[in-house]
């Protein structure tokens, strides 16, 4: 940034330097990188002696970089500053001097908790369907991934009341259980939640996350861009709201909220770029490291993205200005160092169980590797938003529940535009570099163009590395709705500094040109459908009567990524019965080491009731199948089968299972099977 860009900005509020080593250097970007005075050169001549500050936010002293980093060489202009005329006095509002600036700190802390309440008043509004009934609503078209979440809710209380063990569970996919930490068990939201779950149950705690998820994050963000970036609230205010509410966060609420929990996200960012300037940079790794450590029990897969977003940056900066390689290394690395050891061995066993546990895999399904943006997706709408429509992104996404680009082309157009505008600060071209670097990843193997293969794409040489290939490509595009946030709030404040002779008129048209950029991706209530109830038999617990320990209570159809109900059946009991199957990740041939696939290994029974459960038609069974699917049952120690009085094709589906076992008898609301007789293995 340049001198005369420096001074037009308001004065930085109180509290926003308690550490001169966390001190925000307006002239470096994001405090990065701060070196000698003989590295740092303005881009641009002085500008004239700007008009004075406005009397509500008086100027204050530029505090020092550190020891460690020495500030800049002020400009001309800046030095005694003759033609400014002094900044207006504080209003004397009581003999004590500390008055005014407690004064000024509880207005900025009551500023924090209205933008806080607007981001929560809009989460509420996006989740509003879902909270009318959330036990009863789910996300249209795709439901699986919601049982999921709700029943690792379940398995949290399991962890906290009953000591469990949190990485691997054998209540579902029982015998060959599933490994937690291969699948996303989200144990650090869970563990938090499992106050609400065992008063509301799993399907409330879920609404809880996401409507926290979109409010934290935005929040989070508005938090770091007021105290790093930014001077002016509405600059931070927008910045975090696009973080927390952009199309590509909208798209995963429904289904993801693992993914939009990205709360820890700017404070992991925030203290990665301490480290390029810190003067303590192990007490600086620590606590990078701690919060590396809580961002992995939230989700991987971001926290990676988080890392590689913040190596990309750092590059591009040094590739303008390698000179600030020279005072950056050593604290770096020294933080870098402290946060690898100590995150290691905070996360060690928990990676040994995830890459080597039991029903671990490498690499994941061939069903979503190939997940990629199309070109087009990135000047669209996103479908939960006032501008979209489901059945225009129907070809330039995977599905629904990945929308990563969809910015419309009011905002694509602002976005390169406030490149073009800014292009002269290093930060701006930095973010512009990193942005594009992941939209281009997000392409995935092959790029496209309105579902119209043109070349392939860069990720198909990287698809296979370490780590990389357990990585949906498309997801790439999170970064880039990050970097398009912070371009917003840099824009709005440049715009809100200007002083030119109508300041008025500026700010009109800086309004207006949000409303143009933001409104077509205003966030909409998430669209949701009717799911069936638990049973009565299983929230009863009239299930208790028949399942011991040992055994399974095998839902019909059996559980699998297409039917998910019976692991709702399980959560709601905070998982006292095992079932069979499930959807969740698992090695392809069932061997640890294999590459994944969803679900565990091919059931003949299970995919025969299912098929019945989709079709309706009763199929002919002879005696090798009868003895083949009781096997089965005998493999999965089955106790009870139950099928819901109101399933789908519940009249086929009762025919076909009677014909395998027998006549069942109907108790409340389902169907029952007593097989303990058939299937215990010393009968």
């Not at 009239?542 to 399974?552: E, L, M, N, S």
């Not at 399980?570 to 959807?583: C, E, R, V």
């Amino acid at each position: 940034m340049t001198p005369a860009e420096s001074r037009a900005l308001p004065a930085p509020h109180t509290e926003a330097a308690p550490d001169s080593a966390e001190l925000v250097s307006y002239r470096t970007p994001v405090g990065m990188f701060a070196g000698p005075p003989a590295l740092t050169v303005p881009t641009t001549t002085p500008a004239e002696p700007e008009a004075p500050a406005e009397p509500e936010a008086p100027a204050e002293p530029e505090a020092p970089a550190g020891p460690g980093a020495p500030s800049e060489p002020a400009a001309p202009a800046e030095t005694a500053a003759p033609s400014e005329p002094a900044a207006p006095a504080e209003p004397a509002a009581s003999t004590d001097g500390a008055t005014p600036a407690r004064w000024r700190r509880w207005t900025r802390r009551r500023q924090h908790l209205a933008v806080g309440g607007l981001f929560l008043l809009a989460a509420l509004w996006v989740t509003s369907r879902i909270w009318l009934d959330p036990s009863g609503r789910v996300a249209s078209l795709y439901t699986g991934d919601p049982a999921q979440v709700q029943f690792f809710l379940a398995h949290s209380v399991r962890v906290v009341l009953h000591g469990e063990f949190p990485f691997y569970t054998e209540q579902f996919n029982y015998p060959d259980g599933v490994n937690l930490m291969a699948n996303t068990a989200v144990l650090a939201l869970g563990i938090p939640m499992v106050p609400v779950t065992l008063l509301f149950g799993p399907a409330v705690s879920f609404v809880v996350l996401v409507t926290l998820g979109l409010a934290g994050t935005a929040m989070a963000w508005y938090l770091m861009l007021s105290r790093h970036l930014v001077r002016t609230p509405l600059a931070a205010a927008v910045g975090g709201w696009f973080c927390g509410f952009s199309p590509a966060m909208l798209s995963h609420a429904s289904w993801h909220p693992n993914i939009i929990s990205q709360f820890l996200l700017p404070f992991i960012v925030w203290r990665a770029l301490v480290l390029t300037r810190s003067t303590r940079p192990v007490r600086d790794g620590a606590l990078l490291a701690l919060l590396v450590s809580a961002q992995a029990f939230i989700n991987e897969e971001i926290l990676l993205f988080t890392a590689l977003a913040c190596g990309v940056f750092l590059l591009a900066v040094l590739a303008q200005e390698p000179a600030r390689w020279r005072a950056a290394w050593r604290p770096l690395g020294v933080g870098v160092a402290t946060c690898a050891l100590l995150a290691g061995a905070l996360l060690a066993y928990p990676l040994y169980v995830q890459f080597a546990g039991p029903m671990a895999y490498h690499g994941l399904s061939d069903a979503v590797q190939d997940y990629g943006n199309d070109i087009a997706a990135f000047f669209a709408p996103g479908s939960p938003t006032l501008g979209g429509n489901q059945r225009a992104n129907i070809n330039l996404a995977p599905n629904y529940s990945e929308e990563n680009a969809f910015f419309g082309w009011s905002l694509s157009m602002i976005a390169i535009g406030i490149v073009v505008w800014l292009r002269r600060e290093l930060i701006v071209r930095a973010l512009a570099v990193t942005g594009v670097f992941f939209a281009v990843l997000s392409l995935g193997e092959r790029v496209s163009w309105w579902d119209r293969e043109l070349i392939t794409g860069p990720w198909q040489w990287l698809v296979h590395l370490p780590l990389l290939d357990a990585v949906v490509p498309t997801r790439f595009g999170l970064i880039t709705s990050v970097v398009v946030g912070l371009l917003l709030a840099l824009a709005v404040e440049r715009a809100w500094a200007l002083r030119p002779a109508d300041r008025r008129t500026v700010r009109v048209l800086t309004a207006a040109g949000l409303a143009f950029a933001l409104l077509p991706v205003a966030p909409m209530p998430l669209r949701m459908v009717s799911r069936p109830p638990v049973p009565d038999f299983i929230t009863a617990d009239r299930w208790r009567a028949y399942v011991g320990p040992d055994q399974t209570l095998v839902p019909i159809p059996v559980p699998s990524m297409g039917n998910t109900h019976g692991m709702r059946w399980a959560a709601a009991t905070n998982l006292d019965f095992k079932i069979p199957g499930g959807y969740f990740l698992a090695p392809r041939n069932g061997n640890t080491g294999d590459a994944g696939r969803f679900g565990g290994r091919p059931s003949g029974v299970g995919q025969m009731l299912e098929e019945v459960a989709t079709t309706g038609r009763t199929p002919k069974l002879d005696d090798r199948q009868r003895r083949r699917f009781t096997d089965e049952f005998r493999h999965w120690h089955a106790a009870i089968l139950v099928l819901p009085v109101r399933q789908q094709n519940a009249e086929p589906l009762r025919r076909t299972v009677e014909e395998l076992v027998g006549p069942g008898r109907q108790e409340l609301d389902v169907w029952v099977w007593d097989v303990r007789a058939l299937t215990d293995r010393s009968v």
